[in-house]
């Protein structure tokens, strides 16, 4: 083969490895993004069968243009829901600013909520929320706690407070949701019958409905000589042993809560308290402009921060501190130790479950 022939070829594959090249080039542009970030709120907690409208926001075109949005629900939607396409209108043909509607399934457990957003010429933004479907009552997102057929209980503005009797004094098995005060876990008025509310100290004097009371450190030392606390136990201390006595082994949706530990052992609830590790909050100001009676309000905090979940469990006394202004006494357990704790906290800021006693 000729110099000049052998020459023409190797150019001629140059010319072929540079379209190819090119072509490789165009197919993985990389395009620019959209402005801002995609965002849109859901609930954390929702009931069964909720209908729920999310909006998109947060998210812009460089250009000032309309962007489309189409989203998804897993495990229950097997294909996306476009709710608006670039020209500003959903699959009807009517205007949408991309909202999207759905309604959660009766099935106790959480969903993801994707939502997309995209514009010719960009790439494709998303974000992603959780939302669980709760339900309060007996065996429902909780189970395991133990309260059958022939537990006591007493109905109350048509409302069902099933009790542990306790050396004369009834002690109630579940935390009290009062709606009218306190705070639900993480504002989610779902969860008020689920976990109970998060009162301050002010609000749980009150709470409790007629005939009860809130606790005082006597009934909690009370309650922990019927655990097996010593007959010389004293008020405002640390009370060794009794935890597992108090804690049951419960599940929320399938979660089990009390994760086990060797220094408190097998958990026997052997006094009926049913106690769940809901955690506590630190409620900040109330929101005085609110009807505080409106059942249907999402919360009367708005900056409540909950902390503690599956590791706490906290509950007023009725007791003050002596000598510190503002401060009261709340009992607590925590997951790793085995004793009934005692604690001081601030009368209008610090939540804490109640548990409401009625002597016979």
């Not at 052998?6 to 197919?27: P, R, T």
């Not at 457990?109 to 994707?114: A, F, G, N, S």
């Not at 542990?164 to 005060?181: C, E, H, V, Y």
């Not at 709340?330 to 004793?339: A, C, H, M, T």
Request: contains cysteine.
């Amino acid at each position: 083969m000729g110099l000049k022939k052998l020459n023409s070829l190797i150019l001629f594959g140059a010319i072929v490895l540079c379209a190819v090249s090119c072509k490789d080039d165009d197919e993985s542009t990389t395009y620019p993004s959209l402005s801002g970030y995609l965002n849109f709120d859901v609930p954390t907690f929702v009931k069964p069968n909720t209908k729920i409208t999310m909006t998109p926001r947060g998210l812009n075109h460089p250009d000032g243009e309309e962007l489309g949005y189409y989203w998804k629900v897993t495990p229950t939607m097997t294909k996306s829901d476009t709710t608006r396409f670039e020209n500003g209108l959903d699959r009807y043909g009517n205007p949408s600013d991309g909202s999207f509607t759905h309604t959660f399934s009766d099935t106790l457990k959480t969903y993801t909520v994707y939502a997309y957003a995209f514009a010719d010429g960009y790439s494709t933004s998303s974000a992603s929320k959780y939302c669980t479907v709760v339900s309060g009552g007996l065996n429902e997102s909780i189970t395991g706690i133990g309260i059958f057929g022939d537990t006591p209980y007493e109905t109350i503005d048509g409302k069902r407070y099933y009790y542990t009797p306790i050396n004369g004094t009834d002690w109630m098995r579940f935390n009290l949701d009062t709606p009218s005060a306190g705070a639900p876990y993480v504002n989610c008025t779902a969860m008020s019958d689920v976990f109970g509310r998060y009162y301050s100290y002010e609000e749980a004097l009150t709470a409790c409905p007629e005939g009860w009371t809130l606790p005082t450190e006597e009934d909690w030392i009370a309650l922990a000589k019927a655990a097996g606390a010593p007959e010389d136990t004293e008020k405002y201390s640390n009370i060794p042993g009794i935890a597992a006595s108090l804690m049951v082994n419960a599940y929320f949706n399938d979660t089990r809560l009390w994760e086990y530990w060797p220094e408190v052992g097998d958990l026997t609830d052997a006094t009926g308290m049913s106690i769940l590790p809901v955690g506590f909050a630190m409620l900040g100001k109330k929101d005085l402009n609110a009807d505080q009676t409106d059942p249907n309000k999402e919360h009367t905090y708005p900056n409540a921060i909950f902390k503690g979940y599956k590791e706490y469990a906290a509950f007023w006394t009725a007791d003050k501190v002596d000598g510190e202004e503002g401060m009261a006494y709340y009992r607590y357990l925590i997951n790793k130790q085995p004793d009934l704790m005692i604690n001081k906290g601030d009368t209008k800021s610090f939540g804490a479950s109640v548990r409401c006693v009625r002597k016979k």
